[in-house]
């Protein structure tokens, strides 16, 4: 099981293994899936290319966002508890650390105002 670090910030998303560490926009944008190319390019980083599938709909994540989407949005909210922007961002962290073993702990802080009482 893999120890992952993860921040969901409000401006950046960071997250490590404590070997690697990447940190990405917190900006999600539209995405289909006949705009996904297959690419063979060995430069093509994994951190300016997040795609993920997220109930049914696809999206970009962060400079891929930025450069492909028609539009983009992120959660400034204080709870993150508007729509699915926090899972979605989430989800695009971990799937950087996904190969094989798709089994995590993670430690990660609690979105300003949540607290151990709920408030």
């Given at each position: 099981?893999?120890?992952?670090?993860?921040?969901?910030?409000?401006?950046?998303?960071?997250?490590?293994?404590?070997?690697?560490?990447?940190?990405?926009?917190?900006?999600?944008?539209?995405?289909?899936?006949?705009?996904?190319?297959?690419?063979?390019?060995?430069?093509?980083?994994?951190?300016?290319?997040?795609?993920?599938?997220?109930?049914?709909?696809?999206?970009?994540?962060?400079?891929?966002?930025?450069?492909?989407?028609?539009?983009?949005?992120?959660?400034?909210?204080?709870?993150?508890?508007?729509?699915?922007?926090?899972?979605?961002?989430?989800?695009?962290?971990?799937?950087?650390?996904?190969?094989?073993?798709?089994?995590?702990m993670?430690?990660?802080?609690?979105?300003?105002?949540k607290?151990?009482?709920?408030?």
């Amino acid at each position: 099981m893999k120890l992952i670090g993860l921040d969901v910030g409000y401006g950046f998303i960071k997250v490590t293994d404590g070997t690697v560490g990447y940190s990405f926009p917190s900006v999600i944008g539209d995405a289909t899936i006949s705009d996904w190319t297959l690419s063979f390019k060995r430069d093509l980083s994994k951190i300016n290319n997040i795609r993920i599938m997220y109930e049914n709909k696809a999206y970009h994540i962060g400079d891929s966002a930025i450069r492909h989407s028609n539009y983009l949005y992120r959660d400034l909210s204080l709870s993150r508890s508007f729509g699915h922007d926090f899972e979605i961002l989430f989800l695009a962290a971990l799937s950087l650390f996904s190969n094989v073993e798709n089994q995590f702990m993670i430690v990660t802080g609690l979105p300003p105002r949540k607290d151990a009482h709920g408030g």
